[in-house]
């Protein structure tokens, strides 16, 4: 029987809360025994957000040592207050996401994957220098909050899924909205400004990354269940993110906007969409804004 999250919760909002950035302390406990069907009992949506989720612990970790190196050159007081609220925001998300993907590990070789990542993060830390981190996080910042954007706003991509994963994707999405700015900023002050280039390149190389592991950990999800090998998986999937609803295909607008050289995250309005998110979960818009 699903576990069914109440239908108001009361997260404990963390001291670190800005007017715009509010982490909110929340375990999920997410129901393991629906992790191979929780989104309506559709495979490959389900198999989409599970392989998403299987990215999350190590790259956020990767967000927060990746900003958090350039912490000292930020001298204003309130990117200072983003930082430290970005940081705890991320590492909930890491803490709740580890859990999710330890419910995984039933059907996916999840440790497979886990060194897959930490050996691409390792290759990067060894081979680059921390400016380009801090670019390589923006570009991914950005990717997490159009995603988000576009998660929270259509219905079809959630309706019908078993309750605690619902939640925990909305409360993901409406944080990633809230500090998506964060990383943009501090690397703003550490290249004074000058670095339209620099997110160009790093956000073109990114791109091609960020879509093969997608492949990648759809690959290890769909051999959970010895699908890996099926065409009309893979063909359907490929209708889920570029066909109909389309995931993907509709967040490219909101990408491109990524190369402009007046870009800034803040010029993409999520209040419409954090709005829906906070109505999904029943919570007060007033614990958005603590």
């Known amino acids: 029987m699903d576990t069914v999250a109440p239908a108001i919760e009361t997260p404990a909002v963390h001291a670190a809360a800005t007017a ?7 375990s999920f406990d997410v129901n393991a025994g629906r992790v191979s069907d929780w989104a309506g009992g559709n495979f490959v949506r389900t198999s989409f957000f599970n392989a998403l989720s299987l990215m999350f612990p190590i790259g956020e970790r990767f967000f927060i040592a ?61 081979h680059t220098p921390p400016l380009y981190h801090l670019s390589v996080t923006c570009a991914l910042e950005h990717f997490t909050a159009i995603m988000s954007h576009e998660l929270l706003r259509g219905r079809e991509y959630l309706d019908g899924a078993e309750p605690t994963y619902s939640r925990l994707w909305t409360w993901h999405a409406i944080e990633e909205c809230e500090h998506k700015s964060v990383a943009f900023d501090v690397l703003g002050v550490a290249t004074a400004g000058k670095n339209t280039w620099l997110r160009r390149r790093t956000m073109a190389t990114v791109t091609i990354n960020f879509m093969r592991d997608i492949i990648a950990n759809c690959y290890d999800v769909f051999r959970g269940s010895n699908l890996h090998r099926s065409p009309a998986t893979w063909a359907k999937l490929a209708w889920y993110l570029l066909g109909y609803p389309g995931f993907l295909r509709r967040i490219v607008p909101a990408y491109l906007q990524y190369y402009r050289a007046d870009f800034h995250p803040s010029q993409i309005d999520d209040n419409p969409e954090r709005e829906r998110g ?11 804004t603590a």
């Open 66 to 126: 990746s900003v958090a190196a350039f912490r000292d050159k930020v001298a204003e007081p309130k990117l200072l207050a983003e930082v430290k609220a970005f940081v705890a925001q991320e590492g909930m998300h890491t803490r709740e996401h580890l859990a999710y993907n330890e419910a995984m590990a039933r059907v996916v070789d999840v440790e497979h994957v886990e060194k897959r990542e930490a050996d691409m993060i390792a290759f990067l830390r060894e």
């Open 278 to 288: 906070f109505a999904t979960l029943g919570w007060a818009q007033a614990i958005a």
């Open 20 to 26: 715009n950035i509010t982490p909110r302390d929340i």
